[in-house]
T-cell receptor, first 110, second 112 residues
């Protein structure tokens, strides 16, 4: 599976949009981009995933570049409860190795 | 019911003890996973079960023994652990052919 690169940390003001980048330059055609987050002392939580097209759900939006080498997770209106480690993961959509990288620690401040 | 339930939440054991971690889901998922997470590190995949059969073992030491008695239950049997095995152990489940995993809150293990 392709590796991902994320900034180690980001700060975001409450109420503003948080844009979390992820680089996955070695992604292959059958690999999806998944985003998870882990709030302190909790299990990871699925946020969103995509293959080629941009995706949106009630939690976030996922923007994937046309060449698929990078993506951005957008939290439209960050709240204090969005403080968490956010993981970008690339994986073939089959059972097996969902492997977490280092992630981005996002801190939302009042 | 979209929960994955793990018990116990906390476990302290000596290096000669035998204990088990339990995980249960009632979402009809046919894949179940064990992850290990050390402090300030990302979760590391340990085992994957699909249709109650072990499909992935990430070279985990034999002192960790997984078991999937049925499609709803996943156990992790622990024996002769080392202090460095102290960690948060996370269970997850998913439907076939998807990377959308549902995680439990984890079992925090301390080995003395």
């Amino acid at each position: 599976d392709a590796k991902t690169t994320q900034p180690p940390s980001m700060d975001c003001a409450e109420g503003r949009a948080a844009n979390l980048p992820c680089n996955h330059s070695t992604i292959s055609g059958n690999e999806y981009v998944y985003w998870y987050r882990q709030i302190h002392s909790q299990g990871p939580q699925y946020i969103i995933h995509g293959l080629k097209n941009n995706e949106t759900n009630e939690m976030a939006s996922l923007i994937i570049t046309e060449d698929r080498k990078s993506s951005t997770l957008i939290l439209p209106h960050a709240t204090l409860r969005d403080t968490a480690v956010y993981y970008c993961i690339v994986v073939t959509d089959s059972w097996g190795k969902l492997q977490f990288g280092a992630g981005t620690q996002v801190v939302v401040t009042p | 019911d979209t929960e994955v339930t793990q018990t116990p939440k906390h476990l302290v054991m000596g290096m000669t003890n035998k204990k088990s971690l339990k995980c249960e889901q009632h979402m009809g998922h046919r894949a179940m996973y064990w992850y290990k997470q050390k402090a300030k590190k990302p979760p590391e995949l340990m085992f994957v079960y699909s249709y109650e059969k072990l499909s992935i073992n990430e070279s985990v030491p034999s002192r960790f023994s997984p078991e999937c008695p049925n499609s709803s239950l996943l156990n992790l049997h622990l024996h002769a652990l080392q202090p460095e095995d102290s960690a948060l152990y996370l269970c997850a489940s998913s439907q076939e052919g998807t990377g959308e995993l549902f995680f439990g809150e984890g079992s925090r293990l301390t080995v003395l």
